[in-house]
């Protein structure tokens, strides 16, 4: 995964990441992280759904949802909720995008729908796990590449692999990156592996 060009662009703390169709993981982390900072009950109604508001009867059935007539100061807070993570949503993607959750009720859905368009279904998905997993494996630094470009690379597809649920423990990483050094630099990985113990 490559860093999106002009990623500089309307970057404020106030403002969610914009999300145009591309890069999808990296907006993905950006938001969760934006959602989180803005209040972590948003990622629950996100997560879970939004909160139903239930009042008890006496009779078959004993709960039933409570009409908005029915809301309480405290309940409109928790119904609230559902509707400040859509806004988060909302304004944090392009039109293009905006089409394909327009139709969606809750916070939930919005997610959901983005991360199927994005991601695909759990088999697309684990298809592309294995095709990162057989890219790392086969990972190689070419002879003309310097150390920046070669690790740009390696990062692409951890990061990659990451934002799809595939995490690499970090001591694998960084065997990983010593063995596919070129011979010149074999002085360096031997004292690296040496005074690391790996």
């Known amino acids: 995964m490559a860093a999106p060009p002009n990623f500089e662009e309307d970057q404020f703390t106030y403002r969610p990441p914009r999300f145009n169709g591309k890069y999808y993981g990296w907006w993905n982390t950006r938001m969760h992280d934006f959602i989180i900072a803005e209040d972590s009950v948003l990622w629950d109604v996100i997560c879970d759904g939004p909160y139903v508001l239930t009042k008890v009867l006496e009779e078959i059935p004993f ?51 983005l991360r199927t368009a994005h991601e695909g279904t759990t088999k697309v998905k684990q298809s592309k796990i294995d095709m990162l997993t057989t890219e790392y494996e086969l ?60």
Request: glycine share 2%; aromatic share 8%.
């Open 139 to 198: 990972f190689r630094m070419k002879d003309d590449e310097s150390i920046q470009d070669m690790h740009t690379r390696f990062t692409s597809i951890i990061n990659e692999l990451h934002s799809l649920g595939e995490t690499i423990p970090r001591n694998k990483l960084v065997r990983k990156i010593l063995s596919i050094l070129c011979s010149s630099w074999e002085s360096k990985i031997n004292a690296i592996t040496e005074v690391k113990d790996l």
């Open 63 to 113: 709960l039933m949802p409570k009409t908005r007539k029915e809301y309480t100061d405290a309940d409109r807070k928790v119904v609230e909720k559902n509707f400040c993570a859509k806004k988060i949503f909302v304004c944090g993607i392009g039109p293009d995008e905006y089409n394909r959750i327009s139709a969606c009720d809750t916070a939930k859905e919005i997610w959901e729908a």
